[in-house]
């Protein structure tokens, strides 16, 4: 089996084995898995068991829009949003239009590679749950719909997702730079949603990524908590010199959970050749040179979350004792 075969039957398992790891991976009294495995359909559950009251869930989507990013930052994303067990299709404006009249923080998830729409919006879903159920306070939370989906062999498609990443990262900057700057925000990725969740940071820092940068880019007025699983860029993307250097400068706090026995990020390199990265995901954030070493900048902790043990796949880190100081990260607690 290929390291890229070997990705893929890692980072995408099937629905079943997901229910099997849903029933084993918390076997020792860990909480949070509520509804791990929601899905969402009409009819099929009430809205008022999904979403909290008070809180809101929505769904931002690039899949639609063309990979490469126009010169006049002229970007429509589509938006749905969970009303009565249904997501119904809505309006960008709508969403910012009740951001600035319905004061609350803002969670942002971004997802990992190879998932379609509807697994996107049930791993959503999963995420969200475990983060209300630690809010004492209402929130709103939006995931952002890439465009994950495998379409070639998993080697080729793991290195043409890399320019993804660049214009994924540019679309959720435009949307983050929309909200009211006043309110609290969080954002939190997984692996490649990792990279995205960083890239948006660095422009809406003020940086550019291959080139491009934010039309009139206007700062967020209060920093930003991040939250990272198993990200799949360069240990070193935060450094002075590294592809993400800016990101911090908006940045509150981030708590990154790396895994130092997974298996995929140990092959990371692979991922570009040209430059032998080794994944923030499998040995931690750092930064050569620094004068602080991001080792021990006061913005920054880390977990190993090596009782995850031989895998990449997401849900096996929501019972990783780091995980739920991630989210109490993100809720700034």
């Avoid at 990979?67 to 960008?92: F, H």
Wanted: hydrophobic content about 40%; aromatic content about 10%.
């Amino acid at each position: 089996m290929s390291w890229a075969d070997f990705f893929h039957t890692q980072s995408n398992p099937t629905l079943a084995h997901a229910a099997a790891s849903a029933r084993s991976l918390c076997s020792r009294g860990a909480q949070g898995l509520i509804g791990l495995l929601v899905i969402v359909a009409c009819g099929a559950a009430t809205q008022a068991e999904i979403v909290r009251p008070g809180d809101s869930v929505w769904e931002i989507n690039s899949r639609q829009l063309p990979q490469c990013m126009p010169a006049d930052c002229s970007v429509r994303l589509a938006v749905s949003r969970l009303e009565n067990s249904c997501w119904q299709v809505s309006e960008e404006e709508s969403l910012i239009e009740l951001a600035m009249h319905e004061p609350m923080r803002t969670v942002i998830y971004v997802h990992g590679n190879w998932m379609p729409v509807n697994e996107t919006r049930t791993r959503a879903l999963n995420v969200y749950k475990m983060i209300s159920a630690r809010s004492a306070e209402p929130i709103r939370f939006v995931f952002f719909s890439w465009p994950s989906e495998q379409r070639e062999r998993p080697a080729r498609d793991i290195i043409t997702k890399k320019p993804l990443l660049t214009t994924s990262s540019f679309y959720l900057a435009y949307f983050v730079q929309r909200l009211p700057a006043e309110q609290p925000l969080s954002m939190l990725g997984y692996s490649f949603g990792g990279a995205i969740v960083t890239g948006s940071l660095h422009l809406l820092a003020g940086g550019e990524l291959d080139g491009y940068c934010l039309c009139d880019r206007t700062p967020p007025l209060q920093p930003i908590r991040v939250g990272l699983t198993a990200p799949a860029f360069d240990q070193y993307a935060l450094g002075p010199s590294g592809r993400y250097s800016r990101a911090l400068e908006v940045v509150d706090y981030l708590h990154n959970l790396y895994n130092s026995r997974d298996p995929i990020l140990r092959r990371f390199r692979f991922f570009d050749r040209d430059n032998d990265p080794v994944a923030a995901g499998f040995a931690g954030l750092s930064a050569t040179l620094a004068v602080l070493p991001l080792e021990t900048n006061e913005k920054i902790e880390q977990d190993d979350c090596c009782s995850v043990g031989r895998s990449h796949y997401e849900v096996a880190y929501f019972c990783c004792g780091g995980f739920q100081k991630l989210i109490a990260n993100l809720l700034s607690q």
